[in-house]
């Protein structure tokens, strides 16, 4: 499959989607996500593939949305045009996702970073929700996951605002998991994912579903949920073999059943 705005690899069990428009700091316009929806049906698909991670380059992860589509668009055209189904395809993705965040995050890549499951962030990230100063504001979950990842007078700042804010913020802030030096952003990814990837594979999508579900559903729908999450991993061969490993004080080999 040949892409133009995205970098495909995969390694092992884990893939990477690599964001390739540095001119305009990878800007996200309609075809890089129709490109970054297509890998993601790929690797979807592919057994082999247990994790994915998400970067950009040392400048930019994203600076948002590709501001160019913007001019023209009527409100008609904005929501009856493909934007939605591609940010809900990303949502529905069953693997766990990590992006490897460098340099500018912004507008639409701050709300890409976000849907994914966990981020790592370089010392020279900067995040942040600029669409204020457009006249628009976040259209792609901004609004919604920023205060969720970081409460709502933080959320409300950066909303209304346009404010940048530096990698440590993020973190002191919960909105990144950790920071490390612009050289080992990579490693430290593809460690995490790594370490993800050599886990049950159904179990690893089980639990990514039931923590997805506890932000949009009261306690008890979301424990009733897992409750029945919890009693399908039973039914898989690698529950039998987790189980077997660790009373035979071996390490598990998990298969993916
Ligand atoms: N869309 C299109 N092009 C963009 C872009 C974007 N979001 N961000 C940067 N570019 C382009 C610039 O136009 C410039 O292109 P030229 O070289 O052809 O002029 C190139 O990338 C480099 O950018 P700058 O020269 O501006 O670089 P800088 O270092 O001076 O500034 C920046 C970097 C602060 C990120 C600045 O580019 C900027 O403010 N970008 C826009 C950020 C933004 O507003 N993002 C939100 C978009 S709306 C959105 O995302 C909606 C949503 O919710 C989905």
Known sequence: ???????????????????????????LNGQTMDELCQALDRFEADPEVRVVVLTGDDRAFAAGADIGEFAGVTP?????????????????FPKPLIAAVSGY?????CELA??????????????????????ILPGAGGTQRLPRAVGKHRA?????????ITAQQAYEWGLVNRVVPPEALLDEAYTLAREIASKAPVAVRLAKAAVLKSLDTPLEVGLDYERRLFALAFGTEDKEEGVRAFLEKRKPVFQGR
Do not use: Y
């Not at 133009?4 to 800007?27: E, M, S, Y």
């Open 1 to 27: 499959m040949e892409f133009q705005n995205i970098l495909i690899q995969v390694d092992g069990h884990v893939a990477t989607i690599r964001l390739n428009r540095p001119k305009v700091l990878n800007a």
């Open 76 to 92: 008609v055209g904005m929501l009856e045009g493909p934007r939605g189904k591609r940010w809900e395809r990303i949502r529905a």
């Open 105 to 109: 995050c912004l507008g639409g890549g």
């Open 114 to 135: 976000m849907a994914c499951d966990i981020i790592v962030a370089s010392e020279t990230a900067r995040f942040g929700q600029p669409e204020i100063n457009l006249g």
């Open 156 to 164: 409300m700042e950066m909303i209304l605002t346009g404010r940048h």
